[in-house]
């Protein structure tokens, strides 16, 4: 079992950034894929960000893309996720998900990753 601890959110103002943090316990994840969903109060969980397995490849969201970058963290077992140039409809809850064996064209659907964490409030508000 991997449990995923995510860290970093809270309140930004427009235009800011945020790093959110996820830490994972259990197993080692260096060579699972890490990615990012978010939902919003009263909308469907979406995709944010991923890195497939050890191999680096990165995927983002169209609406997040050029503005949030993810990175693994192997010193630390998890994944990090900067967020830059931040605007109010990224206001989300966001939540880490770890897979050992996800394959690519279903990095984006939330129902076929196996670990969640619990999810950390970004907030992005004047």
């Known amino acids: 079992q991997v449990q995923l601890v995510e860290s970093g959110g809270g309140l930004v103002q427009p235009g800011g950034s945020l790093r959110l943090s996820c830490a994972a316990e259990?197993?080692?994840?260096?060579?699972?894929?890490m990615g990012w969903f978010r939902q919003a109060p009263g909308k469907e969980r979406e995709f944010v960000a991923a890195v497939f397995r050890s191999g680096g490849h990165l995927y983002y969201a169209d609406s997040v893309k050029g503005r949030f970058t993810i990175s693994r963290d192997n010193a630390k077992n998890g994944v990090n996720l900067q967020m830059n140039m931040l605007k109010p409809e990224d206001t989300a809850v966001y939540y880490c998900?770890?897979?050992?064996?996800?394959?690519?064209?279903?990095?984006?659907?939330?129902?076929?990753?196996?670990?969640w964490g619990q999810g950390t409030q970004v907030t992005v508000s004047p």
């Open positions: 998900t770890a897979d050992r064996g996800i394959i690519l064209s279903s990095l984006r659907l939330g129902a076929q990753w196996d670990y």
């Open positions: 259990g197993r080692t994840v260096s060579s699972y894929s």
